[in-house]
């Protein structure tokens, strides 16, 4: 029995892929509703409110290609937008297409049940309220599940705190004020260089330290603005033929392949040219070859210790544990000076770990400190934890949570076999470099799948399990030898703030952009047979 859901399509989420298949779904003639759990759209750029926040790739390379008019009538003011910039733009494509309309706020997914019977996705929100759909679609971002630490006593600190993703709305100030920022991660530096210029005292509580490079933002001016513009034919090719669309892609030699003068002098240009260069332009065999990481980690060291006064502190800021850029590298402004200022104090909590926050602080095993605030910059669960905080069950009730306890299994990172007509845009298994140029293919890519089902009277689409075992073979085969998964981040899944995520998984294709591009095109060119469509 196939029955009529109450729409077409639900969409997990109002962030700019959430936006963007909202748009493209209405093309097709199909019904769509939003659930957004936030009271206005943007997602990262929504949430993400801390001070500091802003992108770390180009901000005319961040935003949609899809429409030249929207690309006409926008002027960005920085080459690295902040937050507050970032979320302007996405309420301004909101409004230019009128897509508030069909998005329902302040609505969490509880859970998707998916109901053969009726080959529907019957979805259930927190308040208990519940929509059906035929085509599901999870629009839900792979760093949008903050993770608070496992610390005793975070809720018994009488001060102000808050986690840098769940960031106040109103303006809050740090003058007069002893603060502790927990986490150096890339949200833990941009926040930690905003607090220490006001703040009385600002204490940074470290467990791991990350490699970080300048970001050397500058404005933008209307005639560079111009220029920018002239150039986005060119610069959108570039982006679909680099490995991770960025504007930087690996220089093609390697790392010994030139004279020691020749490499410095090239990783000097990199370290003082703006983004990021310094990991995504370096020589190609950085995250393969054990002794070239070595190489550029030591550079990059001998830059902290330039940038840092004390030897005791800049020591205790590069990391032992992981070589430069097998962790995502955090760009910053003047991060590391800040370590030189008075009212700035580091605590390395893998020599002297917290042992509780207390009513009035940190506790540490050496030390009791008092805050007015705490901030907790300590990350999400990412990728499959946004997954994981939704009950969704395919058929016979299968949960999704359970079928990828040991990680992730996907065809294209699109579909699963076993959740029938569901679809994900941002998930595991699929190029994750520069995230809107994957989101706008993912969701055209989703949305000719769409009109090919529409077209041929299909209602039920879904991966076959040969197929998922072969994508996620070749996900894995592909990190083999790829430094980056030889290391704890959140990008191998390792988050020790959540049960049953201590060991390392594949959870993102490595591959390059415009070879996974040239898969779903051909799975796409041969209308979708390695699929099962009924």
Request: hydrophobic residues 35%; charged residues 25%.
């Amino acid at each position: 029995m196939v029955t009529t859901p109450d729409f077409d399509v639900i969409i997990i989420g109002a962030g700019m892929s959430g936006l963007y298949q909202l748009h493209r779904l209405r093309e097709l003639g199909l019904t769509a509703r939003v659930f957004e759990a936030g009271t206005g759209v943007g997602g990262t750029w929504y949430w993400n409110r801390y001070p500091g926040a802003r992108f770390d790739s180009e901000s005319y390379s961040y935003q949609f290609s899809f429409s030249k008019d929207l690309l006409d009538e926008w002027d960005w003011t920085e080459h690295f937008a902040g937050q507050p910039e970032t979320l302007r733009y996405l309420n301004h494509v909101a409004d230019k297409y009128d897509l508030r309309k069909d998005i329902q706020f302040r609505s969490r997914v509880k859970s998707a049940w998916y109901q053969e019977a009726t080959r529907s996705w019957d979805v259930t929100l927190e308040d208990g309220s519940r929509a059906s759909c035929r085509f599901l679609i999870t629009a839900v971002g792979p760093l949008s599940a903050p993770t608070m630490p496992t610390i005793p006593g975070v809720d018994s600190f009488k001060g102000e705190s808050c986690h840098t993703a769940r960031w106040p709305h109103e303006p809050v100030s740090f003058v007069g004020k002893r603060v502790a920022v927990i986490g150096t991660g890339a949200t833990g530096v941009q926040t930690v260089q905003e607090v220490a210029k006001t703040a009385k005292s600002l204490t940074v509580f470290q467990r791991t330290p990350n490699w970080c490079a300048p970001l050397l933002n500058s404005k933008i001016g209307p005639e560079e603005m111009a220029e920018i513009r002239a150039n986005y034919p060119a610069m959108f090719q570039r982006c679909m033929e680099t490995f991770s669309c960025f504007l930087h892609t690996p220089d093609p030699r390697k790392t010994f392949d030139v004279s020691e003068e020749e490499r410095q002098a090239f990783w000097e240009k990199l370290y003082a040219s703006p983004g990021f260069g310094i990991w995504l332009g370096n020589f190609s065999d950085m995250l393969t070859d054990r002794e070239a990481n070595a190489a550029i980690s030591a550079f990059v060291a001998n830059k902290i210790r330039q940038r840092v006064k004390d030897p005791v502190t800049a020591e205790k800021l590069i990391p032992k544990n992981h070589g430069f850029g097998t962790r995502r590298v955090p760009m910053e402004t003047r991060y590391y000076e800040v370590y030189n200022q008075d009212n700035v104090k580091l605590v390395d909590i893998s020599e002297t770990p917290i042992a509780c926050i207390t009513p009035t602080g940190i506790e540490t095993s050496d030390a009791d400190y008092e805050f007015d605030m705490i901030i907790y910059a300590t990350g999400f669960d990412a990728i499959t934890g946004s997954f994981d905080r939704i009950d969704i069950r395919g058929v016979d009730g299968a949960r999704l949570k359970d079928r990828w306890k040991h990680g992730p299994e996907t065809f294209l990172g699109t579909t699963v076999d076993g959740f029938p007509n569901m679809l994900m845009l941002i998930g595991p298994h699929m190029a994750l470099g520069n995230i809107p140029r994957s989101i706008e293919h993912n969701v055209d890519w989703v949305t000719d799948l769409l009109r090919y089902a529409r077209d041929h009277h299909i209602t039920r689409i879904e991966a076959t399990a040969d197929e998922v075992k072969t994508w996620t073979d070749h996900v894995k085969e592909l990190g083999e030898g790829n430094l980056l998964f030889e290391v704890n981040s959140w990008m191998t899944g390792v988050n020790t703030n959540v049960e049953g995520k201590q060991v390392r998984i594949v959870n993102r294709y490595s591959g390059s952009a415009p070879a996974y591009r040239a898969r779903c095109d051909e799975v796409a060119s041969h209308d979708y047979r390695e699929m099962a469509l009924a």
